[in-house]
């Protein structure tokens, strides 16, 4: 439940144009959930905005950034599985 309302505040928030409360919403969400589906919203309001008729940036920098993020994630954990500190 938490998920998709955050989800539809992230969204809320890039079609009002309150976009500094997107991306604090946005980075919290990333680091929680993997965030795949947030390429898919950034398609959608680059759409909504027209940016396809220009480089969609929105597209690119969500993409860009759900990946690094995905693949640093779990650097930055600092527990493993058997409860063991990673050095």
């Not at 919290?28 to 940036?57: N, T």
């Not at 969500?62 to 599985?81: A, G």
Request: hydrophobic fraction near 60%; avoid cysteine; glycine fraction near 4%.
């Amino acid at each position: 439940m938490a998920r998709i309302l955050l989800f539809l505040l992230i969204a809320w928030g890039m079609l009002t144009q309150i976009f500094w409360f997107a991306l604090v919403v946005t980075i919290w969400y990333v680091f929680r959930y993997s965030g795949y589906e947030l390429i898919v919203l950034a398609i959608l309001i680059d759409g909504y905005y027209g940016a396809f008729y220009s480089v969609p940036l929105l597209s690119i920098a969500t993409l860009m950034f759900v990946f690094s993020i995905n693949i640093i994630k779990p650097s930055l954990l600092m527990y493993t599985e058997k409860n063991e500190m990673v050095s």
